[in-house]
């Protein structure tokens, strides 16, 4: 893993203080690719910049979305105009109202400025500590870009890159769904093949969405999974389940074992199959062609953070002041001890009960549970199982 770290994002002060109006820069011709620091740190791309002569201040770099983000409370503080009144829908279909914001100049440490550029506002919180934003998919798509994760580069090469040596083509087009291009390369995991978002913002390393996973035959009870759930932007969410796959393969390459995640069938589908992130697509130097909307893709020889899971295998709901087991996981510790799903918790509220059942491999948990009206005491040892 890159030793970079998120100071090295913001530290060219003397960068961020001269900008380059982003049409000048493509107004000009010969020169070298326009360079801004980024680090590949906690499953996410990190990236500084300064908003309206303040700053620098953390963003991600989110080539899931194809709008740039902008957390609400942080856009009012910096009194930044908003247009309120828009809608969007959320990974579970609920919809959400959000305002637009508009800074008048956005600046990264390669020179690069925008003027009057528009963030969606999102719910505080959502983006996590540190962070004030993201940059959606124009950022790389706009004109031919390098993600360099072992030099913690991001390189805009305004002019066109001059060459693609060392690099191999992936099978991948430019989408226009959304205000700016997004990347779907295609992919195969276990058998089944489809077209994925390239997402920087998705730190795992594939998801399936309902259709997909249907076609995928990767659903089934009687293979080890850990029960989740998927959220985005809006307020609704949906089942899913972590599975370890065989194998997902791209551009000639393979990744072993990855964890994948899978919505449940009969949800929400998209336009393409799901999203390739991070722990797959951080092994690669990447770069886009704008001129035939093409992804490359280099080896790096990067292992990306590895995301684990809850080792207790349970899914908890709570309703009425009464905190149910709503899903058990196959394989799982819980699931070896007899825990079912409608067990009824005892012992504490929903997130106390959650950090009960939790922990490292080792944790020895003892859930009291009521189960057709008769109370009983289980106990399981935490462990990985997939």
Known sequence: MTMLSRRSVIGGGAALAAGVPFGRALAAAGRPPFISRIVLENGRVWIGAMLDGKGPFFFVLDTGSGLSFIEDSFARRRGLSSRPGQRRFGIGGGVSEYSNYVAKEVRLASGIRFNNMVFAGTRDGLLGADLVGGFGSGLFTSYDSDLDF??????????????????????????????????VMDAQVD????????????????????????????????????????????????????????KLSFGGHAIE??????????TISHETAGLIGLEAIGRFHLTTRVSDGSLWIAPNGLTP????????????????????????????????????????????????LIRNTNGAPGKQVTLEIERGGAAQTISYTLRPWL
Not at 152 to 180: C, H, I, N, Q
């Open 257 to 266: 074992r990855p964890l994948v995640s899978l919505s449940a069938p009969g």
């Open 305 to 352: 953070r590895a995301f684990g899971y809850r080792l207790s295998g349970l899914w908890l709901t709570e309703k009425g002041g009464q905190v149910t087991i709503s899903d058990v996981g196959t394989g799982s510790p819980a699931a070896a001890a007899g825990v079912k799903k409608g067990d009824v918790l005892k012992g504490g509220d929903l997130s106390t």
């Open 191 to 246: 058998g089944f093949a489809g077209e994925f978002i390239m997402d920087t913002g998705f730190s795992r390393a594939l998801s399936l969405d309902g259709r997909a996973t249907a076609k995928s035959g990767l659903w089934d009870d009687s293979r080890p999974y850990v029960p989740t759930e998927a959220r985005g932007f809006g307020a609704a969410g949906i089942p899913t389940r972590l599975v370890r796959a065989e």
């Open 150 to 183: 072992v030099k913690g580069e991001w390189r805009a090469y305004t002019d066109g890159r001059p060459d693609f040596a060392g690099l191999s083509r992936v099978k991948s087009r430019f989408t226009m769904k959304d205000v700016a291009p997004k990347i």
